[in-house]
Every structure is written in structure tokens, then in C-alpha cells.
T-cell receptor
Framework: KQEVTQIPAALSVPEGENLVLNCSFT??????LQWFRQDPGKGLTSLLL?????REQTSGRLNASLDKSSGRSTLYIAASQPGDSATYLC??????????FGPGTRLSVLP | EAGVAQSPRYKIIEKRQSVAFWCNPI?????LYWYQQILGQGPKLLIQ????????DSQLPKDRFSAERLKGVDSTLKIQPAKLEDSAVYLC???????????????FGPGTRLTVT
């Protein structure tokens, strides 16, 4: 059964720092991996979708990498801003299984 | 393009009562998902529909939860009777097709926060 973990559970950084969020999964037979952002009291917003054949995706200040063999993905946020404060979740789609989410990393960017 | 709509946004009920949530997906999206998100955890998939048919409901507590998508568009999730542990945010999402059939992103609604007292 696929399990997804995220480290750290919470992170607080000063504005302008570059930061890395980590996602690990136990079953490497994934179809794709998706990073989401969740603001308090709101639904999830898709940030990046990485296909199993890809190694990374970029959107603006965000870069996500995928290493299937080691069961890891990282989300890199460059030049963090207070508006980046949210919970970041990763999720994997496994063949024949459901879309499995990690518990999330709660990010606070201090002005 | 309008997003995924959900109502109500908040609901407070007593245990053993019943409750229903409504979801209207993005127009043209064939696949619809219901998730349960307990505080501090990631969302857990309850049920997914392809048009008006159920694709996977293996994690749906069928003794108390039911869901339908009669015309292949909007959907209703019902809990009867509710328990204290059902307190959570219920999220609806939609995509063009099943992710296993293509690389289609899921788009989420704002969710319904349920409190069972």
C-alpha cells in the first residue's frame, strides 16, 4: 500500500529565502506526482504535475523534481514571499490504486 | 471558466443526524471525486465517478456514507447517521478524465467543513 510522507511538517522562514519541501513515497510504480497548495479554509490549488517519465517541472519561482527510483520529490521555492504562506501537499497516482496524499508541510514566510 | 462549486460551506450537526453535501464540477469534466480531509492530514479519497458510474468506492464507509451522480454532472454526498469522527472538510474535485487514462489535473472546490457535536 502506497504511503506518502512529507518533511518537515512545518517550516518558518524569513522573506527572500530559497527553500525546499520534501515528499517521499513507498511505491515507485507511480503514474504521476502532483504538488498542491492549500490556503486556510480553502480547497487545493494545483501547482505542478510531474509525469512518471519526467524528472522535473517548473512554473515561475517553483521547481519540482521527481526521482522515482528513490521514491522522492522536492518542491523548490525561490525568493520566498509572505504570499507563499500556505500548506503544501504532494500526491501520487499509483497504478490500480487511488490518488494518495501526504499530510502536508505548513509554510510560514515572515515579512 | 467557473471552478468547482460546493455547498454548503459550513455545517454543524449533532451525532446521529443526517447531512448532505452538493458539488457541481467544472463544465465538461467527466470525472468527479469526493475526498475527506481530517484536520492535520492530507485528503483521503472516498469515491470517484466517471460520468454517472462509480469507478472506485473502496474507501467509502458504505454503512453510513452514500454518493450519487445521477446525470453525470453534479453530485451529492450523504452521511446518515453522522458520527463524531466524521468531523472533517469534504472536498470535491473534477478532472477531464481519469488520471489513469491521461495526465489530467484535478481541480478542487473550496470544501464543506462539517462539525459533528
Amino acid at each position: 500500500k502506497q504511503e506518502v510522507t512529507q518533511i518537515p511538517a512545518a517550516l518558518s522562514v524569513p522573506e527572500g529565502e530559497n527553500l525546499v519541501l520534501n515528499c517521499s513515497f513507498t511505491d515507485s510504480a507511480i503514474y504521476n506526482l502532483q504538488w498542491f497548495r492549500q490556503d486556510p479554509g480553502k480547497g487545493l490549488t494545483s501547482l505542478l504535475l510531474i509525469q512518471s517519465s519526467q524528472r522535473e517541472q517548473t512554473s515561475g519561482r517553483l521547481n519540482a523534481s521527481l526521482d522515482k527510483s528513490s521514491g522522492r520529490s522536492t518542491l523548490y521555492i525561490a525568493a520566498s514571499q509572505p504570499g507563499d504562506s500556505a500548506t503544501y501537499l504532494c500526491a501520487v497516482w499509483v497504478y490500480g490504486q487511488n490518488f494518495v496524499f501526504g499530510p502536508g508541510t505548513r509554510l510560514s514566510v515572515l515579512p | 471558466e467557473a471552478g468547482v462549486a460546493q455547498s454548503p460551506r459550513y455545517k454543524i450537526i449533532e451525532k446521529r443526524q443526517s447531512v448532505a453535501f452538493w458539488c457541481n464540477p467544472i463544465s465538461g469534466h467527466a470525472t468527479l471525486y469526493w475526498y475527506q480531509q481530517i484536520l492535520g492530514q492530507g485528503p483521503k479519497l472516498l469515491i470517484q465517478f466517471q460520468n454517472n458510474g462509480v469507478v472506485d468506492d473502496s474507501q467509502l464507509p458504505k454503512d453510513r456514507f452514500s454518493a450519487e451522480r445521477l446525470k453525470g454532472v453534479d453530485s451529492t454526498l450523504k452521511i446518515q447517521p453522522a458520527k463524531l469522527e466524521d468531523s472533517a472538510v469534504y472536498l470535491c474535485a473534477s478532472s477531464l478524465a481519469l488520471q489513469g487514462q491521461g495526465l489530467y489535473e484535478q481541480y478542487f472546490g473550496p470544501g464543506t467543513r462539517l462539525t459533528v457535536t
